[in-house]
């Protein structure tokens, strides 16, 4: 394995990283913006969904942009962007500029979620082996600082621009240097001779569509943790206020977790057997939550759920590549659209289902959709010879044909 891999892979994990720090950063100090730019809870929500829209139109934007501009150098100008815009939260005073803020922030996530993916997928054919978990831990464990960061600006009752302005002072020369050795495409004997299979290939959104519902449920199911978690565990459960802000820190820990040895758990058995293991942990902690006594037990739920979920999302972006070596990036682009899609749907679900019907009931919903999964895991095959459901893999000279995108 060439130096120029190693480098590419270890830049790329720290832009992962500094991109786990920022998202936490922003979405754990919510109620500090709120405050700041007198938000209403009415208001709240269309600011909230604003951010994913935009971050989906900008992951749309990339699959046209790669077509002419390098993802590496889309990335290498998209993240600093987002640390920018992340400052710009925090030193605002109006609600306008509020808005400029996270319009600026949720376009160019999207850009950079869509461009960091498409370097992962492409450093991992030219490795010849899985190594995109790695870079899924690091985002989570870039969370994890993000949150504890928060936490300290919380507990001390910094403003939001000294909270924010150190980080990004130290993380934005860092990412500007550590960009310098990006790989868009590595080469090696594995990762040329899949390109050249799929040479020519055109991206045609019916085979992608498995991966793209596999990703939806995923979201849905982090956000419910992410935004139902603590709220669940105090008002259904009867914990404390301090024991309810634990269930999320402890997803977090586990995802990094999972994904830092779920590398070798697919060398060692598959894409297939990891992805419905965890499917069906996933699944078992969602069981377990909606089923629990007391507080002791959801805990246990929501970390069975960090260590079954936090597979999924590397997994499809892996099998989006596997599954077009020739377009590796338009479908990376296009299957990242549905991260948001999980997101905006995941919260809003559970939330509407736990007023009508109850909360415990609400968990099962994602249980089910999390075991859907289950039907499209040969899509995650190493070799996709065959779709999901049972279609044969279409020609390359085919592939085109009746596609008309999203």
Known sequence: MTDVLRRGRGSLAFSFLVQGVAFALLVTRIPAIQDRYG????????????VPILAGVGSVTTERLVKRVRPSRLLRWSQPVVLLALLGVGAGERMVELGVALAAFGLAVG????????????????????????????????????????????????ALWVSYLPVV??????????SRWYVDDGGGAAGEAAKTAGEGQVLVFKWLLPLCLVMTVAYIGDSTVSNWSAKYLQDVLGSSEQMATVPYNVYMITTLLGRTIGDLGVRRFGAVAVVRAGALVAAGGFAVVAAAPGAWAGMLGFT???????????QTFAAAGRLFPGASDAAVARLNVFNYVGFLIGSPLVGA??????????????????????VYARSFAAQPDRYGGGHERPRTADVGRGSNGL
């Open 39 to 50: 938000v209403s809870d009415a208001l709240l929500p269309a600011f909230l969904a604003a």
């Open 111 to 158: 850009v950079l979620d869509a461009s960091m993916n498409m370097l992962g997928v492409s450093l991992q054919r030219s490795y010849g082996r899985s190594i995109m978990l790695s870079f899924h831990a690091a985002y989570s464990l870039g969370g994890i600082v993000g949150a504890s960061l928060a936490w300290v600006g919380a507990h001390w009752h910094l």
């Open 169 to 178: 002072l130290m993380l934005l020369p860092a990412v500007l240097v550590g």
């Open 304 to 314: 069975l759920l960090g260590l079954g979920l936090c597979v999924l999302v590397p």
């Open 353 to 374: 289902l736990g007023d009508l019907w109850s909360y415990r009931g609400a968990m099962l919903v994602p249980m089910v959709l999390v075991l859907v999964t289950l």
